[in-house]
């Protein structure tokens, strides 16, 4: 919260305004429109003071997109943890489609590679941890359907 204390501290109501719609939109132009001060208004505004404002507008962006990035990575876990659980259904389709969706994940070729960071890393994370606290699963039978020596 300190930083936001931080963006908006010392700006009159007319900056405060411009500085929220700016870093909603992608112009200055845009913005001051968008808050119904005019161009000319604007551009009075000495222009070390607009750089300022503009500056702090995409302080402010880039911590709407930290903060927005945080609850995604929270929700990726949460997603992660559901598909996990449903390897210990009763209902064998149901394990094995929760296993096929977590292999298809990770053994496509290319991207994403576990070693990488983000998010695929924290799944692969989550599947390594609460795999090791799993009963056997479809993953854990030999039996192949398809195998002739089976038949």
């Known amino acids: 919260m300190d930083q936001l204390t931080d963006i908006f501290d010392g700006l009159k109501d007319r900056e405060l305004a411009y500085v929220r719609a700016r870093s909603l939109t992608d112009t200055d132009a845009d913005a001051f429109r968008a808050i119904s001060l005019s161009r000319a208004t604007f551009y009075r505004w000495p222009r070390a003071r607009r750089d300022d404002l503009n ?10 997109a930290l903060a ?6 929270d929700a ?3 997603a992660a943890r559901s ?3 449903l390897l210990a259904s009763d209902r064998d389709y149901v394990r094995l489609q929760a296993a096929r969706d977590i292999l298809n994940r990770f053994l496509r070729p290319g991207p994403p590679d576990p070693g990488a960071g983000g998010p695929a890393e924290i799944i692969f994370n989550i599947v390594r941890e609460e795999a090791a606290d799993r009963q056997p699963n479809l993953l854990d039978d030999p ?9």
């Open 55 to 64: 500056a702090r507008a995409a302080r402010l962006k880039a911590n709407r």
């Open 68 to 73: 927005a990035e945080s609850e995604l990575l």
């Open 76 to 78: 990726l876990r949460d």
């Open 83 to 85: 598909v996990i659980d």
């Open 143 to 151: 039996y192949d359907p398809l195998d002739p020596a089976r038949t």
